[in-house]
């Protein structure tokens, strides 16, 4: 069982950047690929950025490739989403979500989530 707790969401300017923690309970954080999902109001959730657990390969959406960039820290149970240069188009909350295996790209492939974060890009 994993549990995940995100945090870092707020408001931010059109232009600025914020940092996204997912905080994981239990000791088999490193078993688990990680990723960046998010849902803006009446839009299906969608993939933002996954991390593998095996050789740390990372992959992004089009729409945020060069802007985000995930990571993850074993030691501390922790992946975070650095993004800068954001847009009003990334308003949504966003859900972090581990899987023990399967494509990144899917939320069907995701064993757990978060309850997510807001973030709030004005223009």
């Known amino acids: 069982q994993v549990q995940l707790v995100e945090s870092g969401g707020g408001l931010v300017q059109a232009g600025g950047s914020l940092r996204l923690s997912c905080a994981a309970s239990?000791?088999?954080?490193?078993?688990?690929?990680m990723g960046w999902f998010r849902q803006a109001p009446g839009k299906e959730r969608e993939f933002v950025a996954a991390i593998s657990n095996r050789d740390g390969s990372t992959y992004y959406a089009d729409s945020v490739q060069g802007r985000f960039t995930i990571s993850r820290d074993n030691a501390k149970n922790t992946v975070y989403l650095q993004m800068n240069s954001l847009k009003p188009e990334d308003t949504a909350v966003y859900y972090c979500a581990a899987q023990y295996s399967g494509t990144v790209y899917y939320t069907s492939t995701y064993d757990y989530w978060g309850q997510g974060t807001q973030v709030t890009v004005s223009s």
């Open positions: 239990g000791r088999t954080f490193s078993r688990y690929g």
